[in-house]
C-alpha cells in the first residue's frame, strides 16, 4: 500500500491582483483565491501513483477556514483524506514557523499510518519562496528532491524512488530511500477530469480540522509571527521608471523610423562592435 | 571582533556560477555600509566565500580574483556533484564554526534548495529572491541589519524583510540582478581547507543518471543581446521572425509568460519574475505590453529597444527608445537595414 501526502496552499490568484492607482495599496478585495498551481499538479502526481501501485492520498493545509474549498479541490482530483490545520495562532507564520507546523502534522499523520512520499509544490506563488518543502525535509530529516519533473518509480518493496529533477543546465535521475519528499514543476503529473464519484463526494467531504487545541500539540514559541525569525519591516510600491524617446512609424514613416532607432541603438558606447554593424 | 559577510560560491561540474561572484560584489557593499560602525567600535569585516566540489580549486581562487577575502573549501568526492543532504550538512558545520553575521546564497535552482535547507536546519530566517540588499538601521541609533528587499504578490509590492534575533541573516539573490565586480588582477584573499570528513550518514541520495537537456542549453540569462517577443507577435510563427532579428543582431531570443503560458516557445526563454531575470547590452521588446512582472525582469538592461503597436503600453516607461508601430512592419525592415549596413561595411 501507497500512502502519499501533499502538503498544498491556497493562494490569492496573483495573476488578478490589482493596485489601486490613488493610494497605491494592494486591493484585496474580489481578489479570488486558487490551489497554488504546482500543487495540484504535485496532487495530480500523488493520486496517479495511488492509482498505479494501489493505497492512499492524504492531503494537508495550514491555512484560513476557506482553505476547505482547495481541500475539495483535492478531493475532487482523487485524494482520499484532507486536514485543515487552522487556528489564528498559526497567522503571521514565515516559512519557518509554517514548516514547523506542517512538520509536526506530517509526523502524526505517519504515526497514524506511515508515509511513503511527501508532496510539495515547487513554490506557493502569493511568495514564491520555495522554502516549505527543504524546510520540513531537514525537520522530518527526509531525503528532498527539489525541482522533481518525473518520478520514474515508486519501489515500495524495496523502498526506493527514482526522481528526475531539473537544474539549471540539466536533468538529474536521483535514488533515493523512502519515506522521502519532493518538490513539484508542472511537468510532474496532468492535471486529472474529475471522476463523477469523486466529484460527488468531494462536495459533500468535510475535512478533519486540526488546531492548536488538538488532536496534536504544539510548542506556542515555534507559531505564527512569534515563531517567525524574519519580519517584513515595510511594504511599498516598485519604483516608477521614466521612459526615453518615443518615435512614430505613423509620423515618420516606417523606414526612417528603423534607420533613425538603429542610428541611436549604435551611438551607444561599444555597440556597434558588439553588434557588428557599422555607424 | 569579525564581521563576517558570507557568500555561497556555487558550481557545477567545476564551472562556478557567474551569481557566486556577482554576490562577492554585493558583499563588498553591504561592508561599506557598516563603515561607519567598524571605525567606531574597532571591529573588521570581511567577504567570505564558501566552496564545496572535488577538485575545484581553480573555482576557489577565481572567488578570490572577485574580491573574497578568504574561501573556505571543502573538497571530497563525495560531494563532487550537488546534493541536498551532503551539502546542507557542511554549510550548516561551518555556519556554526564561524558564525557569519550575513549569507548570501544564488537563488538559482541549487542555491535556493540549499539555502532552504541550511537555514532550517541552522534555525534562522531566510528571504527569498532579493532584488535589492543594504545594511541598515531599523531604527535611528539601533545596529545595523541586513534590510532584504524583494518583490512579493506577484510584483506589485515590494516587501523589505528582517531577521532581527537569528544568525546569520540569510537571503537568496536572483542572478544578474546585481552587476559583476572588477576582477582583480592580484587577489589578497586565503584559501582554508576545511577538513571535513563526508560520513555515509550524510548522503541520503545518489545521482543515476545526468540527462541533457537540450532546451536547457539555452542560456539567455547571460546573453549580451536579446530580442524577446510578446503575445503581440500573434501566433506562434512570429518567433521566427524574432529569431531572425537575433540572429541577424548574434543574440537569443527571450518571450514573455503570456508566449510561454500558450506554449509558443518553451519556458527557458521566459523574462520576468517566474522567468529568468536579463541585464543584456540590448534588449529588444516586440509586442510585450511591460506588465510589472515582465519589466522586473529586463528593466536593468542597458539599452532597452521597445516596439509596440499601442502608445500608452507601459513597456514605454522603461524603453530607452520606443517605437509605435506594427512589429511586422518594423522588425522586417530593420532586419533590411542591418542587412545593408552590414553589407556596406563588407563591400
Ligand atoms: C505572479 C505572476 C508572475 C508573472 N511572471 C511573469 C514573467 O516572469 N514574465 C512575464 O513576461 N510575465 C509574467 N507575468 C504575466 C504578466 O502579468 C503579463 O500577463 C504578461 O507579461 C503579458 O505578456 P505580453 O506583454 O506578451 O502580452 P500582452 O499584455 O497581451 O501584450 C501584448 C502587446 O502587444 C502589442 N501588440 C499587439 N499586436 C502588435 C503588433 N502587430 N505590433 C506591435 N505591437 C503589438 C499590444 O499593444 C500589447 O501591448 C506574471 C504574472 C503574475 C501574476
Ligand atoms: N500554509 C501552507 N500549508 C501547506 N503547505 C504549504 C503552505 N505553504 C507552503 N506550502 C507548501 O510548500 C510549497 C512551497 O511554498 P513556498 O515555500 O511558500 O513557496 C507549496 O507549493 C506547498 O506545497
Redesign the pocket.
Known sequence: MFHAL????QVPDTTNIRIDPETNNLIRQGVPTIL?P??AH?VAAAVEWKRKLGGKVTV????PASAVTSLRECIEMGADRAIL?SDRKFAG?D?WA?SYV?SEVIKAVHAQEPVDLV??????I????????P??AVRLDLPIVTYAVKIHEVDLQNRKVVIERKTESRNEVIRTSLPAAL?CEKEIAEIPYASLPDLVYSLRYEPELWTTEGPITFDPSQLGLRGSPTTVFKTGTPEKHKGGEVIKTAELGVENAVKTALDKILAAEGMASLLGVAK | MTRRFWVYIEQENGKPHQVSWELLGVARRLVQDIEDELQKSGDTAVVEGILVGHNVESVAREALHYGADTVYYVDDPAVKHYLNKPYTTVVTELVKKYQPEVMLVGATTLGRDLA?SVATSVGTGLT?DTTHLAMGSPKEGEKKLLMATRPAFGGNVIATILCRNHRPQMATVRPRVFSMPERLAEPRGQIVREPIAITPDMVNAEIVEFLTDKASTVNIEYADVIVAGGRGLGNPKGFELIKQLADELGGVVGASRACVDAHWIGYEHQVGQTGKTVRPKLYIAAGISGAIQHKVGMQESDFILAINRDPNAPIFEVATLGIVGDLYEVIPALIREIRARKEAKHG
Open positions: 501533499v502538503s498544498i496552499k497554488n504546482y500543487d504535485a494537508i493545509t495550514m491555512g490545520i507564520a516559512t509554517t506542517l508532496f510539495f509544490g515547487k513554490q506557493a502569493d511568495g514564491d519562496t520555495a522554502q516549505v518543502g524546510g520540513v518538490t | 532552504g527569498a
